[in-house]
C-alpha cells in the first residue's frame, strides 16, 4: 500500500550510501501518508519524517485517498510538513459513508461519520537510510489527537468520547542491498475504527496496544509491492476485526506518487468481508 514511502527510496541504493544532493533527500524519500495523515505506510505508521528536507531545511506533502468496499466508502484528504528530517506536524480530515447501508443501519441513505486527526511525531535516534553499517533502526515517537463528527450517535453506539488521543513508538530500517524495508510500530488507543466510531466502549475505557506491521520489495526503480497488517480493539463489541491489505506503488517523478491496494477491513458494523480497491495520491516536495 503507502508501503512506497521506504520501498521506493531503495530505488537509487548505489547512491544512498554517498552524500545527500544540495537539494534535499535521495529521490522517493521523503514517504507517504496514512490514512490518518503521517508519514509512512497506508495503515501502518513509520518512524520516516515526511517531505524531502534534510538537517537543515523543509519538506511538506499534500494527499487524497479513497477506499471503496461492497458497503462503505472512505474519502481522505490532508497534508503534513517535515522540520530538518526531526519533526513532522501533519492532519488528515477523514469521511466514511455508509452509502445505501446507512438505510439499513437506521442512519440514512450516505450517512456519514468524519474525523479530523492532528499528529507530531519525533525522530529520537537512528537514519532508516544512511546507518547501513548498524542493524539500528530509524525509531520516532507520536502523538495523534483525534476529535470525531456526529457524537450523538456515537454516545447511541456506546462510544464513551467523540475525542481523543493515540500515542506510538515507530521503528523502520531499509536494507538497501536487498531493496527491503521493514517497519513495526506499537500504539496505544482507545478508538474504534480509528476513531471514526468514537473512543472506548460500553465498560471498557482503558488504551490498548495495537501491533502496525509492514514490509516492501522494490521490483523496479519506480515500482514497489508489499503487505501491511494492523490490529484493533474492539471496545464497541461489534466486532472489529484487524485491517490488511497487499499493495503496489509507483513513483511518475520526483514530486507525485500513485498507489493501489486491495484491502481487507474485515467486518465493519455488523457487515462482513469489507474487501474492497484504495487509490492514493501524493504530491510534494
Known amino acids: 500500500m503507502l508501503l512506497c514511502a521506504g520501498a521506493l527510496l531503495c530505488a537509487h541504493a548505489a547512491q544512498a550510501q554517498s552524500e545527500l ?16 495523515g503521517s508519514g509512512g505506510g497506508g495503515i501502518a505508521t513509520w518512524a520516516l519524517i515526511t517531505g524531502y528536507e534534510t538537517r537543515d531545511g523543509i519538506g511538506a506533502n499534500v494527499h487524497a485517498t479513497g477506499i471503496q468496499l461492497p458497503d462503505y466508502q472512505f474519502r481522505a484528504y490532508g497534508a503534513a510538513v517535515g522540520f530538518r528530517d526531526r519533526l513532522e506536524l501533519s492532519y488528515a480530515h477523514q469521511e466514511f459513508d455508509t452509502q445505501g447501508t446507512g438505510v439499513k443501519l437506521g442512519l440514512g441513505r450516505d450517512f456519514t461519520f468524519g474525523q479530523d486527526v492532528y499528529g507530531a511525531k519525533l525522530k529520537v535516534v537512528g537514519d532508516a537510510i544512511y546507518d547501513q553499517d548498524s542493524w539500528l533502526p530509524q525509531i520516532s515517537v507520536g502523538a495523534q489527537y483525534k476529535k470525531a463528527a456526529q457524537s450523538g450517535v456515537l454516545s447511541f453506539l456506546g462510544a464513551k468520547d467523540d475525542a481523543g488521543v493515540d500515542w506510538y513508538v515507530a521503528a523502520s530500517k531499509v536494507f ?10 506499537v500504539r496505544a488507543t482507545k478508538a474504534n475504527q480509528t476513531g471514526l466510531l468514537g473512543f472506548g466502549g460500553p ?5 490498548h496496544a495495537e501491533f502496525e506491521g509492514s ?26 476485526d484487524d485491517w490488511m491489505d497487499v499493495f503496489a506503488a509507483f513513483a511518475l517523478n520526483k514530486h507525485l506518487s500513485v498507489t493501489a491496494a486491495y484491502v481487507d ?21
Open 265 to 285: 477491513l474485515g467486518e465493519i458494523a455488523t457487515f462482513k468481508d469489507q474487501r474492497g480497491a484504495y487509490l492514493s495520491l501524493q504530491a510534494g516536495f
Open 203 to 207: 465498560g471498557n475505557d482503558d488504551y
Open 176 to 185: 538497501l542491498d536487498e531493496s527491503l524495508v521493514l517497519n513495526g510500530a
Open 215 to 240: 514490509a516492501a520489495l522494490l521490483l523496479t526503480k519506480r515500482l514497489a509491492v508489499g503487505l501491511e497488517y494492523r490490529t484493533k480493539p474492539n471496545n464497541l463489541g461489534l466486532k472489529e
Open 21 to 36: 544532493r544540495p537539494s534535499g533527500k535521495l529521490l522517493l524519500t521523503e514517504g507517504v501518508s496514512t490514512i490518518e
